[in-house]
């Protein structure tokens, strides 16, 4: 079945309406338009913070043709340069995502053979498919990838969709929709504990290992017969094979596995293949560290820390007057969520240095959930180097990347106030010389954000997806110092319309953004929705976990009186 008609039979859906992308602590919105740093520009009377731990005030930093010519409190200003007062703001290193599936879409499925065998499928059935670039599935002008540099990413390693082994990744820069914005290709080979599904083999974990093994082995013999029929006479041809040859690059330790994980039990897992065959191994996806500290440390792995948190719910419920069976059981579940939120602090206690990715993580989630890790032991300048110099060392990129200084490219976050602040809004992000403007809220007496639109009321939208346009409302409702809301959608069973809360109801600015689920043909799908309003107008994006990012627009119904 194609991603087409999977998307019609899963989801008769589109989605959403309104829009706040950030957190309440960041406002922006899309440029109408990005400039190039062509010429030479000076930004001067800037905090700048060359790197984590490193900052200079009253600061130049020079600029020419999108590269870093010099930093610091007494650079000389060429005449020829355009001068940008930048008092009273902040200035970073352009954000470095280690993993991330923005502008990434997922290939095709491949029809099953005729002789199919489910006990031996051919690798592309399987989800077997080393030799795929990511390139050839990512799409630098999606809105993801947009979202993802409104937070401050600048630079990205965008791995591929799929089962086990699904391909290579590649480095790329967040910069001009009209460039390739290609950095280093073939970076990474991606590796999943997810076979394509019961009934076929690799079906579960230990058959993923197996597999994994039988192929690492092969590919060995494989790449010593084609040293020694290039050498020696007298020996019988090799067989190509696409798959084997993939893992030529891991095998020289040229390139990493970058193995998925999602619990401490998967981590493992992909250290004891590790340990088995001698690879160089990257740990993506991380959220459970605090039982494999030491393995970790073994095996040298680096690690890619998801910045997703658990959901807080049950912190805030009341159980004074429940069972105690109830209470005992809450208390776990409390336990194990302020857990969750040490993780980070866990690793710089144990000095393993680590980055993020952002797998299945939300960008406006990104600063909020950086701050709770702050709150809960993570130092400040740990959390800022996870973001540039330890991203940088991990993807190999360190000598042009991670941090502020001559030579480097200009990739740059310009912040209103100190990155780790609740007042904190991003102005400016410049990545590979191009510089993306973005509007700031302007703030109450008490500090926090004031909306200069309202939002309250009821909404029309209309969606476009490959299966066609769809519409419905959202009504959103003023609770307290937030919103509620309620929205409508083509009910993916047929039959008229089905609706779900709004969840996460923020507004920054003229930045909206929110989320809520579907249920379609038996599976839980997350959509979020992030765009601007403008007056009575709304102009975003629906983004689908596996189908992509699509348009949406909105209007808002005038009040009957």
């Known amino acids: ?227 020694l029929f290039a050498s020696t006479a007298g020996l019988q041809r090799p067989e190509i094979n696409k798959t084997y040859e993939a893992f030529y690059a891991v095998l020289d330790k040229n390139i990493p596995v970058l193995f998925e994980v999602s619990n401490d039990l998967e981590i493992r897992r992909a250290l004891k293949l590790q340990k088995e065959n001698g690879f160089n191994i990257v740990l993506a996806g991380v959220n459970e560290v605090d039982a494999v500290i030491e393995d970790i440390k073994a095996a040298n792995a680096k690690v890619l820390l998801s910045f997703k948190l658990p959901d807080d719910k049950v912190t805030k419920s009341k159980v004074e007057d429940k069972s105690e069976e109830i209470q005992n059981r809450t208390k776990r579940v409390i336990e194990a969520y302020e857990l969750a939120l040490k993780q980070a602090a866990l690793l710089e206690e144990a000095n393993i240095p680590f980055a993020f990715g952002s797998m299945g993580a939300r960008s406006a989630d990104l600063h909020k959930n950086l701050k709770i890790m702050v709150e809960n032991g993570l130092s400040e300048k740990t959390a800022l180097a996870a973001l540039t110099t330890n991203a940088a060392n991990i993807l190999g990129i360190q000598k042009f990347a991670g941090t502020l200084e001559k030579g480097k490219l200009a990739n740059m976050v310009i912040m209103t106030d100190p990155i780790f602040s609740e007042s904190a809004q991003i102005k400016h992000v410049v990545a590979d010389g191009y510089i993306f403007d973005y509007d700031v809220s302007k703030k109450k007496s008490n500090g926090n954000e004031e909306a200069s639109v309202e939002i309250e009321g009821s909404w029309e939208y209309v969606s476009d997806t490959p299966a066609g346009s769809s519409g419905g409302t959202m009504d959103i409702k003023k609770e307290g110092d937030g919103y509620k809301g309620t929205i409508t959608y083509d009910n993916p069973a047929g039959g008229g319309k089905a609706s779900s809360e709004m969840k996460d109801i923020n507004i920054s600015g003229n930045y909206m953004t929110f989320s809520f689920g579907v249920s379609a043909g038996g599976m839980s799908l997350d959509v979020t929705v992030s765009g601007d309003i403008q007056g009575d107008e709304f102009s975003g994006n629906m983004s689908l976990a596996d189908f992509g990012s699509f348009p949406l627009n909105a209007t808002k119904t005038p009040k009957q009186r």
Do not use: C
């Open 1 to 227: 079945m194609n991603l087409l008609s999977k998307f019609r039979m899963q989801l008769g859906v589109t989605v959403l309406l309104v829009s706040l992308h950030f957190s309440t602590t960041i406002a922006q919105s899309d440029p109408t338009g990005e400039r190039r740093v062509t010429g030479t520009y000076a930004i001067k009377n800037a905090t700048i913070t060359t790197s984590p731990g490193t900052t200079v005030t009253n600061a130049t930093i020079l600029i020419k043709d999108g590269l870093i010519q010099a930093v610091g409190s007494n650079v000389p200003i060429p005449k020829e340069a355009q001068v940008i007062n930048a008092d009273s703001l902040y200035i970073y290193p352009g954000f470095i995502d280690g993993a991330s599936t923005a502008g990434v879409s997922k290939p095709a499925e491949v029809d099953r053979p005729s002789d199919f065998n489910p006990s031996n499928p051919p690798d592309e059935v399987a989800g077997i498919t080393p030799w795929r670039t990511v390139l050839d599935y990512y799409d630098g002008k999606n809105s993801q990838v947009a979202d993802w540099r409104k937070v401050g990413f600048t630079i990205a390693q965008v791995v591929p969709e799929g089962g086990m082994l699904p391909g290579k990744a590649a480095v790329v820069v967040l910069g001009s929709a009209s460039s390739t914005n290609v950095i280093a290709q073939n970076t990474a080979l991606m590796a999943k504990f997810r076979g394509m599904g019961r009934g076929m083999y690799p079906g579960t974990q230990l058959g993923v290992m197996a597999k994994f093994r039988d192929l690492y082995k092969n590919a060995s013999y494989s790449a010593e017969h084609g040293r």
